[in-house]
């Protein structure tokens, strides 16, 4: 066994998967949520890949979306350990993180709502019209990055539309991310769902290897 363990945490997100681009794709009842289910294993499981490329000893997937019951336990690289489910503490899609994780990856992420020329946007439940700290407006991605820094952990990836990749790189600072989408009047034009994973995958093993050139994102309390 190593000396020393890396244990990345991956949080994961339906929205900003290769492809999705209405309400139907991520709800459970909608007609094309078991084919998305599986593109939102496959992203997982290419994240998981560059994270061990790039030399994690343990790594964490949090299902982030809805009922957080969306990955089926088998679908999932059997390297890593799966978190599903609704948890009553306040960490949420952040639930099992701490300080002895060395990096935070996102994926499938989505930018606030009210954010123009992006796909799905929205903050939490959906009825949120802005959610902000110190004065400061943030997507469901930024107070993640503040929960993962509460602890020291710094976010080095984010894959989602071109919007959540920008908007959270605004706020963290310049870490890898891959935009799998971009917006057009509503639509989506995006990478094929093979193309994506693949690219998550090689941008994830940068992003684990250079966890040192992002920071843990924090903020001076109230």
Not at 95 to 109: H, K, L, N, Q, R
Not at 142 to 148: C, E, K, Q
């Amino acid at each position: 066994r190593p000396a020393t363990r890396l244990k990345v945490f991956i949080s994961v997100d339906m929205e900003g998967l290769a492809g999705v681009v209405t309400g139907p794709d991520v709800s459970s009842n909608g007609p094309d949520y078991p084919h998305f289910r599986a593109i939102m294993a496959a992203e997982t499981n290419a994240a998981i890949d560059g994270a061990f490329r790039a030399g994690a000893t343990d790594v964490l997937v949090r299902d982030s979306h809805g009922s957080k019951e969306n990955l089926l336990p088998g679908d999932v690289d059997p390297r890593a350990r799966l978190l599903r489910g609704l948890s009553a503490g306040p960490k949420n899609m952040m639930e099992g993180i701490d300080s002895t994780f060395g990096a935070v990856v996102f994926v499938g992420y989505h930018a606030k709502a009210g954010t123009p020329n992006a796909i799905l946007e929205h903050t939490s439940t959906g009825n949120v019209v802005d959610f902000s700290i110190n004065g400061v407006s943030l997507p469901e991605g930024g107070y993640n990055a503040l929960v993962a820094g509460l602890y020291g952990v710094p976010v080095v990836f984010v894959a989602g539309d071109r919007a959540v990749v920008e908007q959270i790189r605004g706020l963290v600072g310049p870490i890898d991310g891959v935009a799998v989408k971009d917006e057009i009047g509503d639509a989506s034009n995006g990478m094929s769902p093979k193309a994506a994973q693949d690219e998550i995958r090689r941008t994830v093993q940068r992003a684990v290897t250079n966890r040192t050139r992002a920071k843990p994102w924090t903020m001076p309390g109230p």
